[in-house]
């Protein structure tokens, strides 16, 4: 079976219209294609390569030839102000009789159009590129999937065609669900960071204890081993050990871990009553009880009855250290205080409150709550001039066909001008 080709990959760079973090990385790389030692066929295909790696991917070659035209939109700024005070007559003074030139037609040089970048504005047409550039998804492969799911509307209708040709004033809805599923931050994404974490720190302290339990096991066979040269064990200890060996060990076992079990009771006390030095205790005494549990084999019934004790201990000196009957009353003058706010305190309330219930935290949404915007957005956030967006609504208006202008392309482009001739270049002998 042919393996799959990956979308986003480092090794050899490809622009994708996609949000992802390694797509970002290779724009960052992107630089000007290099034409030495090439002849001219092989700067074409080059050219058209990496083009038709951003503009329409997911659009087939034949599909695609087909759209393409060699008659390219563009528009020519005027002054309105000279429009208004002259009608054209004047361009015609002095033709062919030597007279100076009207002093308002003094010759300005216009910044050069970028025609060669309009080359794949056919593509801007299409449903699914249109929502991906009005910011509804975080890719043209997930604004085809909605379509495709039936998520999206055009003038009313729903649309599952994700190759629509918009016309102008057409306009084109998507569920907002979707749109806050695209464009949000990834659901439990520090829970999962944290969940790996502990992942790996329970590895680690798996592997201290099975480290301990070997030497363990080493060291109670050498002594195992002298205890029975000194003197032999009675019948009667011989019978109680017959019947379960380890019944003592299952004991100390289960002692030391309630006795850990505790010591993280009080260490993961919401409150926060620990004072820096009680904590410090706290820790120490977690791990004491942790190393004497990866020894389990060699400690004594008197080392948990002495750990016992010194967790009885740390439990006296920390109800000694809450706060009495007057601390808390002190407390609670404090905190009513706190509740006489002034105008503006008030106010600053108000509004994280006006905050909170417009982006409320709800956990059945498959996006993360309260709503904020995915990593790597930033870079992509952009509007092309031919798009009105709302984004209340998550709705769009296609204004109309995109265009060339002196010194701008209106379709967005990374690629350099030379590239995207060479692209069009490719094309344009197929016709």
Known sequence: ?????????????????????FNLYNLSRLQKLTTEEKTFFQQKWAAKAITRAYHGEHIREKQWQRMFNTRIPSVQSMDHRYLAQHDGSEQATGRGSGLDASPGLAKKIPPKTPYMQMVYGPTER??????????????????RQFVTHGGVKVNGTKMIYPGYQLNPGDMFQVDPDRVMFATGAMKNQDKYFKAQKAIENTAEETEETEEGNSEGDQEATSDSKTESAQAAPTQAETDASAEDPDLPLKQRKKTLKNLLDNAKVILEDPHDRLSANRKKEWRAFSKLVRSTLSRARLTSDDTASDLEAQLQTLKAKLQLSSPSAAEKA?????????????????????????????????????YATPWRPRPYMSAFAFIPRFLEVNQAVCAAVYLR??????????VPTPFHLDTSQLAFSWYLRRR
């Open 401 to 410: 066909h995109p265009v060339a202008r002196p010194g701008l392309a209106e």
């Open 1 to 21: 079976m042919r393996k799959r080709a990956k979308l986003h990959t480092l090794k050899k760079i490809k622009v994708r219209q996609s949000w992802n973090k």
């Open 330 to 366: 002190a407390v609670a003058e404090a905190q009513q205080r706190e509740q006489d706010l002034s105008a503006e305190e008030e106010e600053t309330l108000r509004a994280a409150l006006q905050r909170a219930r417009d982006n409320p935290v709800d956990d059945g949404k498959p």
């Open 126 to 143: 299409r449903l699914d590129t249109a929502i991906w550039r009005a910011l509804f998804a975080s890719s043209v492969r997930q604004a």
